[in-house]
């Protein structure tokens, strides 16, 4: 085994030591710039800056980090501490067998694109334009998406038919693209590179179409969708140039066929095909928040109450003219009943409902009232601008939404002026916070981490998540305008494209693995995976490599410790552990997503912690077996402290709640052996939070 410490330019004086036989000690100045060379098969411990930076570096070996600049340097620790962490690191080497190489085909270079919004319609046309094969599906009978049911996109309020329209001609003129409308995904099988999708879709209803227009003068059944009215037979004008039946609300009265005669069909039939991929895009944009969840502002029972969708269609159809509005921002948004995130483009969206306002209607008064304005870039020219117009800005979260002598009513404290208000309106907007569409990335298997999977956004080609060939472009990742929604599907597309350019993809990427002779198949373990990696194949449990995340979870779950990770094998962590802790230290076993980032910036920030805390990266709390804190224990460690991901932010979406659950355990088995319970302590601790770590191992360590 090798050993390779690099001493930062000589900052580091390691005295001479001894790892005993068969390892070679490497001395390297400065291995972020010079970088080793080192086989992928063999072992190696990397001692230098925090495995953060190394592991960019060195992304395909079979290494354990020890970081010498920010847990010893910078803490102005001893070297004997660091001498202990390497001997250490050593320790858990020893007992692990190398990560084997994973390979996998790129048979297929066709792409699937879920969602015909701007997202969808930009990453398909990118393909297309280099000589892909991509297929667009669209679960509504129109392209467009979001962008199709706005008036203008803001700061510069141009139409937003200026940008959607050039986008769609240029994808209807691509080579090798094909469109579905009413389509969504029913079933997807395969890897990345041999994808086989299921696609069920829903008839148009109408077969034939000159536009004239007849068949929705003669509909009765008239719809507000989303603030604008129309019939159950429609038209939205992107494409393709064809009406369509809405099947939730067409009654099948047949008017429409009286017009138009043999040209429609009233009967929803449902077709099935399969197509293939290796690779998938999902651009299946927001949702808005239900709006009828915040009970306290009337959303749903009071007319007059509108989303900023409605409220802008409703205005720009001139359907609604109102002479006093105010406008109510964060609903849902920041609150931990509702959507605990700011969904980031809802102060733009409120901002630019109060231009479009003014700008068709100088004389409405309107009232903006929010906590706080997140206006960026170009929006700060906005706002000032309406404050110019004399839109009144309000400091507060209006407390509720009354109807009172025909009018609505706003409740609000303003800070501003420490005043209590009682703003009488025509018309509330709510500008509400979004959710993605859950739905499609459940059917594909992606774990939403919160509400949005912004960890796994574009990450199939990442050095820390595993290549499912899976990517999101747009507001699917989080919510975006416009601008940036075009940039994220740009991105998208090229990820694509990288990928499908290979013809197989090598990874090193540890996955956990099952000692079939140890193994009795008592399944306990594949209800713990979150990602479904784990199944029964031939009566033996297998683990699909492709879709394992490496946390480790399923390994202290099974009770003959025949599931295993590599590169965190119970043996080889135990040996680390009895290795490195003597009588009296703190263990802090730290998520490598969160906690351990907070010991690198407790470094940056300069706090200091005492020499006594030892630190060691885990895959995830959930992977922390209760008999490693024994070991801990009985080595004499005065504490120790497992640190996790907040609960909402698990990096392996639940791994932080089973590690709760493993606490309650432990803790009882502490007591029922004398120990005093409080000695093993777990904690949230996010990945900035360095002021929290240092308070906590120096509260222990009293
Ligand atoms: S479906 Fe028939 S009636 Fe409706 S627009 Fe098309 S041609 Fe005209
Ligand atoms: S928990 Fe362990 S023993 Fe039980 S099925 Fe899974 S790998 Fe096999």
Not at 154 to 178: R, V
Not at 182 to 192: A, L, M, Q, R, Y
Not at 383 to 403: A, C, D, H, M, W
Request: aromatic share 8%.
């Amino acid at each position: 085994m090798r050993v390779l410490v690099c001493t930062c330019n000589n900052k580091i004086k390691l005295p001479d030591f001894d790892l005993g036989p068969d390892i070679n000690l490497e001395m390297h100045t400065d291995l972020c710039k010079r970088k080793a060379a080192i086989s992928p098969d063999e072992k190696v411990v990397i001692a230098g800056c925090s495995p953060s930076l190394m592991e960019g570096l060195f992304p395909d070996v079979n290494a354990e980090f020890v970081n010498l600049h920010e847990h010893i340097v910078l803490m102005g620790h001893s070297m004997d501490k660091a001498k202990d962490l390497i001997a250490a690191a050593v320790e858990k080497m020893k007992a692990l067998t190398p990560i084997k190489r994973k390979v996998f085909k790129i048979e297929n270079k066709n792409a699937l694109i879920i969602g015909g919004g701007i997202a969808g319609i930009e990453v398909a046309s990118r393909l297309s334009e280099n000589g892909l094969n991509a297929t667009l599906i669209e679960k509504a009978p129109f392209l467009g998406g979001t962008v199709a049911k706005l008036d203008r996109l803001y700061p510069e309020g141009t139409p937003y038919s200026h940008t959607l329209m050039p986008q769609i001609g240029k994808l209807i003129s691509g080579k090798n693209i094909n469109l579905f409308f009413n389509t969504e995904v029913k079933e997807i099988k395969g890897s990345v590179g041999s994808y086989k999708i299921i696609l069920q879709t829903h008839s148009r209803g109408v077969i034939e179409c000159t536009n004239c227009g007849k068949c929705t003068e003669v509909c009765p059944i008239e719809i507000n969708d989303e603030g604008k009215k129309r019939k159950a037979i429609y038209y939205v004008p992107t494409f393709p140039d064809k009406y369509a039946i809405d099947w939730k609300n067409c009654t099948k009265c047949g008017e429409c066929l009286k017009v138009c005669e043999g040209k429609i069909e009233l009967e929803n039939k449902i077709s099935e095909k399969e197509i293939t991929a290796g690779a998938v895009v999902v651009a299946t944009g927001l949702n808005y928040y239900d709006a009828c969840n915040v009970e306290e502002y009337g959303y749903g029972r009071y007319p007059g109450v509108m989303t900023t969708l409605e409220f802008e269609r409703a205005v720009t159809s001139e359907e609604l003219k109102p002479e006093k509005v105010v406008i109510v921002y964060c609903v849902g948004s920041r609150d931990s009943k509702h959507l605990p995130y700011c969904s980031k483009i809802c102060c733009f969206l409120g901002l630019k409902e109060a231009k479009l306002i003014t700008d068709r209607l100088p004389q409405t008064q309107v009232y903006v009232a929010a906590m706080d304005m997140r206006s960026s870039g170009t929006f700060e020219y906005l706002y000032n601008k309406l404050r110019e117009r004399g839109v009144t800005f309000i400091k507060g979260k209006p407390s509720e939404i009354l109807q009172r002598n025909g009018k609505l009513v706003v409740r609000s404290e303003d800070l501003y002026t420490n005043e209590l208000l009682e703003i009488e309106a025509d018309a509330v907007v709510l500008s509400t916070g979004f959710t993605p569409d859950k739905e499609t990335f459940e059917k594909l298997g992606i774990k939403l981490n919160g509400d949005f999977p912004i960890l796994f956004e574009n990450s199939s080609l990442g050095n820390t998540d595993l290549p499912r060939g899976i990517f999101t472009a747009g507001s699917a990742t989080f919510p975006a305008a416009v601008r940036d929604t075009l940039i994220d599907a740009r991105k998208a597309a090229f990820s694509v494209l990288s990928l499908l350019k290979q013809d197989k993809i090598e990874t090193l990427q540890p996955v956990a693995r099952v000692d079939e002779d140890l193994c009795s198949v008592c399944r306990m373990c594949i209800g713990t995976c979150a990602y479904n990696a784990i199944s029964i194949v031939d009566d033996k449990i297998k683990i699909n490599e492709e879709l394992c995340m490496g946390c480790g979870v399923c390994t202290i779950t099974c009770p003959s410790y025949a599931s295993q990770l590599e590169t965190f094998n119970p043996e080889a962590f135990s040996r680390q552990i009895k290795s490195l802790v003597k009588e009296g230290d703190i263990l802090a076993l730290l998520c490598r997503w969160s906690a351990y980032n907070a010991t690198d910036k407790a470094a940056y920030d300069k706090f200091s912690y005492p020499e006594n805390v030892k630190i060691i990266r885990v895959p995830c709390s959930g992977a922390v077996d209760p008999s490693h804190v024994m070991d801990a224990l009985d080595k004499g460690a005065k504490g120790v402290l497992i640190g996790g991901c907040y609960p909402d932010a698990c990096h392996y979406a639940k791994g932080n709640f089973r590690a709760k659950a493993r606490e309650q355990v432990l803790k009882m088995n502490l007591e029922s052996m004398g120990f005093d319970k409080n000695v093993v302590r777990l904690e949230w601790i996010g990945k900035d939070e360095a002021n929290k770590f240092v308070e906590i191992v120096k509260e222990m360590n009293k």
